[in-house]
T-cell receptor
Framework: ETGVTQTPRHLVMGMTNKKSLKCEQH?????MYWYKQSAKKPLELMFV???????ENNSVPSRFSPECPNSSHLFLHLHTLQPEDSALYLC????????????FGPGTRLTVT | DAKTTQPNSMESNEEEPVHLPCNHS???????IHWYRQLPSQGPEYVIH???SNVNNRMASLAIAEDRKSSTLILHRATLRDAAVYYC????????????FGKGTRLSVIA
């Protein structure tokens, strides 16, 4: 148990659906991240939020829309996804600053049909 | 973040020590060396980090070469639960930059 929870753990959605992934951290951290892990590929950063402000968008398509209402919660809104978006989506949080470790949630396994 | 080079895979017997190498010949003077691991079907997990001196914690030890161009993660007694992909990552403390993961080393532990 890392102190970072993600829901749902598994999600199957059609290409026309709209769904949201939720992440919550109970560690008092001020930075939160979304990563994508596709099969046989390294983890890829998607978005970074620091004190609720988005500080990085790593060229992610607009069909992925992040939201960070407060420092403890992070959402990833999904709409009109493609089958190649099927992956493990991981949320992480950190104290902030590059020397601090990041704590990851268990991930949401997304399948787009 | 500077690049690191790790072997694709390694194998170890249970209860034996494991030395996981990482080369980072382009490391800068302010880069920290971080290690994470990812167990099957889980998110990555922080293991250890250091700057210049060797570091120990409850999970592992980190040995850093004197010129800092390489480091070694040491698991003192491998267990089956240590089977995972281990990532060596350099981090420059210049802001809230994210982790950049490479392919890592897949460690198999044989009973």
């Amino acid at each position: 148990e890392t102190g970072v929870t993600q829901t749902p753990r598994h999600l199957v959605m059609g290409m026309t659906n709209k769904k949201s992934l939720k992440c919550e951290q109970h560690l008092g951290h001020n930075a939160m991240y979304w990563y994508k892990q596709s099969a046989k590929k390294p983890l890829e950063l998607m978005f970074v939020y620091n004190f609720k402000e988005q500080t990085e968008n790593n060229s992610v398509p607009s069909r992925f829309s992040p939201e960070c209402p407060n420092s403890s919660h992070l959402f990833l809104h999904l709409h009109t996804l493609q089958p190649e978006d099927s992956a493990l989506y991981l949320c992480a949080s950190s104290q902030g600053g590059d020397i601090y470790e990041q704590y990851f949630g268990p991930g949401t396994r997304l399948t787009v049909t | 973040d500077a690049k690191t080079t790790q072997p694709n895979s390694m194998e170890s017997n249970e209860e034996e020590p494991v030395h996981l190498p990482c080369n980072h010949s382009t490391i800068s003077g302010t880069d920290y060396i971080h290690w994470y691991r990812q167990l099957p079907s889980q998110g990555p997990e922080y293991v250890i980090h250091g700057l210049t001196s060797n570091v120990n914690n409850r999970m592992a030890s980190l040995a850093i070469a004197e010129d800092r161009k390489s480091s070694t993660l040491i698991l003192h007694r491998a267990t089956l639960r240590d089977a995972a992909v281990y990532y060596c990552i350099l981090r420059t403390p210049s802001g809230n930059t994210p982790l950049v993961f490479g392919k890592g080393t897949r460690l198999s532990v044989i009973a």
